[in-house]
């Protein structure tokens, strides 16, 4: 079997971690930046950390947007991580209202943007991993960085990593959802997970 | 207690490294990205609408403090405030070189990063801030690898170049990010024992120029800044090695800010498609009309090496 061809979403964010990590695992990277791109085929999709206005606004005026949905829609594996997940969650609220940011709606699960302040509120953890990851013993270094937090999950959800029992890292179907930064880690876990959903 | 009235381990209490490691990680999220100079909420909300990473909160734009002249200090307090509630991007805000006061006071309202810069009036013409007492993360201006590393070396965790502020020339900005290129190609291609002489000679510690040379890369995200006004200046930048831009004067004292400001987003994430860059520079109504850097008396970019 060839190597796996990931697409990795380049508009704005830390989309060149992504590519080290996926890789470093075997697979073969590229990025999306406009169209053309997004129509390319690929295997599996990453949706990086960043400021999700910008990602989103991008997506819809690059063109981006509808092809992506649609792919993520009939089956996808998709990573979105931080901005990502933002992007992929169904219900996306800040300080309680709902957010502007027009993200794909697919993942079943209301996040809370900057959920744990500015900057001064970013911090590093030891999460729980789950019965979806290997080597469920090891606890899962994390990094939140403005990040969003997981407020709900609807049916089908399954979590992958908690921290304090509540969940940071979700997995629906095809898609995977985390509040924290699995690629600025050593842990390669979440994307060998994604890369487990490659039929 | 210090000196400068920190802690050892900063004011939250975390580990000074964890913080610094946590405040270069925010730095990479806003790669790619464009940050915008706004005076009011209004151009804050302006600026996010656009697509900007992040937003710089100042009383005046870089150009208007070249004019006003006198002693430029850091933002009212109660500004900054009203540019956070208005946006929900990452809002920074500017101190003086040397300040550690207004860095304690932008810290004390929560700001998302402190930029220490030479576009306001130098408080100390020896001594930085020694950044890294702080929890809150710095941005710093380099113009070439040995600036950048002092900087590091004091705490920064991101760096930009430091073009000649609100001049709309971009030469300076070209300047600094190939001085920066060149000299991590030439300390990436350099034999371990010549390092010691290469530490010396740019005036850094020799365990971030081993670094730099064992990675080929600065150690931090490195943004462009200074004269960008156009689509083509952010995508020169960008082509040049640029992580990302900061925008001053150039989106609100053009013509149709919105507009400019969307086509340098757009521009900075396709800055190799040179038709659509073509595209974006269409239209945009006038530019920034700008001073050349060359006939200028005050020069910024010299304050804090």
Known sequence: MSAPRVAVLAVQGAFAEHEAVLQGLGCETFQLRQRADALKPFDALVLPGGESTVQAKLLHELDMFDPLRRAIEEGMPVLGTCAGLILLAQDVREEGRPSPVRGFGTLPVAVERNAYGRQLGSFQAEGQAHAGLPNREDPVPLRFIRAPRITSAGEGVEVLVSLEGQPVCVRCGDQIGCAHHPELTADARIHERLLELIP | ?305
């Open chain 2, 1 to 305: 207690m210090r000196a400068n009235g920190m802690t050892e381990q900063g004011i939250q209490g975390k580990p000074a490294e964890e913080r610094l490691a946590l405040n270069r990680e925010l730095a990479q999220m806003l790669k790619g990205g464009v940050i915008m100079d706004v005076t009011t909420p209004e151009q804050a909300r302006i600026a996010e609408e656009a697509g900007a990473c992040a937003v710089m909160a100042l009383e005046r734009i870089p150009a208007d403090i070249r004019a006003a002249g006198g002693v430029s200090r850091m933002s009212d307090p109660v500004l900054i405030k009203r540019i956070q509630a208005a946006v929900s991007v990452p809002v920074m805000a500017k101190c003086r070189i040397g300040h550690f006061a207004e860095a304690q006071v932008l810290q004390a309202i929560d700001i998302d990063y402190i930029d220490e810069s030479e576009v306001l009036s130098p408080a100390d013409d020896v001594y930085h801030i020694d950044k890294a007492r702080f929890s809150a993360a710095f941005v710093c201006g380099a113009r070439n690898l040995g600036e950048a590393l002092r900087r590091i070396a004091e705490g920064a965790a991101m760096i930009r170049t430091k073009g000649e502020p609100g001049t709309g020339d971009v030469i300076q900005a070209v300047r600094h990010m190939r001085a920066m290129q060149q000299e991590l190609r030439r300390v990436a291609a350099l034999d371990e024992d010549e390092l010691f002489e290469a530490a010396k000679q740019l005036a850094v510690p020799l365990d971030l120029l081993r670094a730099v040379h064992e990675t080929g890369r600065l150690l931090v995200v490195n943004f462009a800044a200074g004269g960008i006004a156009t689509p083509a200046d952010a995508s020169l930048m960008m082509q040049l090695g640029a992580e990302g831009v900061f925008v001053g004067s150039g989106i609100f004292k053009s013509g149709d800010p919105a507009r400019r400001a969307a086509a340098i987003v757009k521009a900075t994430a396709n800055y190799q498609d040179a038709e659509l860059v073509a595209a974006l520079s269409e239209d945009l109504g006038e530019a920034m009309v700008g001073i050349n850097a060359d006939e200028i008396q005050l020069i910024m970019e010299e304050r804090g090496q």
